[in-house]
Antibody, heavy 117, light 106 residues
């Protein structure tokens, strides 16, 4: 069955970096676009970024463009999110999600990221 | 960016009730809309895509309708597992955007 397992979250000071990983299994990872979505109690669900199956296309939310980088390793079946220059407003639960025709059909369990000032 | 507005934000209902949640887009998104259900401590789960297509495995008491800027999610005969928060999401254009959520409570 499809499984997405995030890791790499934690507590970090503002201005520092963190890299999230999402290990995928149960489906042909190299055939699907993947997303990161974050959730906070105050702002709800916020889409963060997308990467196409072959890495040729990447899109970012304005709030993270220039600071976050999405990438993938299709040999390791792993999705990444490199987060630099973190801000307190980046504090959230981060989900990786698989895309099926632009909607998100499978989500990981989420990984918390807390950015302290 | 396309803004998605859900109403109501909270809905009180009983087992067996039929409830309807509305989602409005700030501009036409054709039928590029999905509905998700999120229960406490879990990730969102897709129920409906392309406004009215039921995802495999989702009970038929869930239905979606609409096009353009106005959409509805209807849950017929509410079951105990249906008390959750529901979100709409447009995928007409990037950035993908979500509604603010509707909490269906007892």
């Amino acid at each position: 069955q499809v499984q997405l397992v995030e890791s790499g979250g934690g507590v970090v000071q503002a201005g520092r970096s963190l890299r999230l990983s999402c290990a995928a299994s149960g489906f042909p990872f190299n055939s699907f676009a993947m997303h990161w979505v974050r959730q906070t109690p105050g702002k709800g669900l916020e889409w963060v970024t997308l990467i196409s199956y072959d890495e040729t296309n990447k899109y970012y939310a304005d709030s993270v463009r220039g600071r976050f980088t999405i990438s993938r390793d299709n040999f390791k079946n792993t999705l990444y999110l490199q987060m630099n220059n973190l801000r307190t407003e980046d504090t959230a639960l981060y989900y990786c999600a698989r895309e099926d025709g632009d909607y998100l059909d499978y989500w990981g369990q989420g990984i918390p990221v807390t950015v302290s000032s | 960016d396309i803004q998605m507005t859900q109403s109501p934000s909270t809905l009180s209902a009983s087992v067996g009730d039929t409830v309807t949640i509305t989602c409005r887009a700030s501009q036409s998104i054709s039928r590029w809309l999905a509905w998700y259900q999120q229960t406490a401590g879990k990730a969102p789960k897709v129920l409906i895509y392309e406004a009215s297509s039921l995802k495999n495995g989702v009970p038929s008491r869930f239905s979606g309708s609409g096009s353009g800027t106005e959409f509805t999610l209807t849950i017929s005969s509410l079951q105990p597992d249906d008390f959750a928060t529901y979100y709409c999401q447009q995928y007409h254009s990037y950035p993908l955007t979500f509604g603010g959520g509707t909490k269906v409570e007892i």
